[in-house]
């Protein structure tokens, strides 16, 4: 996986490596920015939020899921829903010290297109683009929380996952988690690898 500067690192040890999360691939898009460029404004959203939190990270060794808080980071997102899609930027910031930047630079940005249609058995069927890769998913009834799989877009040998799942659940009113599963798919199994559990706050614009 290529630095934020273009280097290739060398890797330390194998479950090292790369370790830490679905992020990275922030520090390693092509080109200056992780967002879409456009020469306007964008169009004015019919609704948004911003949610707000932290998440804590875990490498998956030896059958189970050992803590890892080096690459714990804290997050903001911010979310805009239109008639038939919804885009989301999110900011990442590890700052514990001891983190030592194999999965990427300390602050990331991240792009989400996610379109929306109506699924026969209620809830919505989803369609995502992203820096992270592209993928489908389906949003509960009520937008109570959404499962997505994406297929990771960078690939290599040293890559060790080839797949993501998110899962968002809002278990209680302005409170929102996810959880981030990076995983590969091999010979009709999932590898897990590493995942991150995050917990935050909603905020909406008063009235909403």
């Not at 997102?77 to 030592?100: C, F, M, T």
Request: hydrophobic share 35%.
């Amino acid at each position: 996986m290529l630095r934020n500067d273009g280097r290739v690192p060398r890797p330390r040890n194998e479950t090292r490596f790369l370790a830490a999360f679905v992020l990275a691939a922030a520090g390693c898009s092509a080109g200056p920015s992780a967002l879409p460029l456009t020469a306007s404004p964008p169009p004015a959203p019919l609704s948004s939020s911003v949610f707000a939190g932290n998440a804590r990270a875990y490498r998956f060794e030896k059958g189970a899921w050992v803590a890892d808080p080096a690459y714990d980071y804290d997050f903001i997102v911010l979310e805009s829903r239109y008639s038939d899609h919804r885009e989301a930027v999110k900011e990442i910031h590890r700052r514990n010290p001891l983190y030592d930047g194999w999965a990427g630079p300390r602050d990331q940005t991240l792009f989400f297109t996610i379109r929306e249609t109506p699924a026969a058995g209620g809830g919505r069927d989803l369609a995502v683009t992203s820096t992270l890769g592209s993928g489908t998913g389906h949003e509960k009834p009520g937008g109570e929380g959404f499962l997505l799989e994406i297929a990771y877009a960078r690939s290599g040998w040293f890559v060790p996952f080839d797949s993501i799942r998110i899962r968002q659940e809002r278990p209680a009113s302005g409170r929102i988690q996810e959880t981030v599963e990076l995983y590969s798919k091999k010979d009709g199994h999932e590898v897990p690898y590493l995942k991150m559990e995050e917990e935050g706050l909603v905020y909406l614009p008063r009235g909403s």
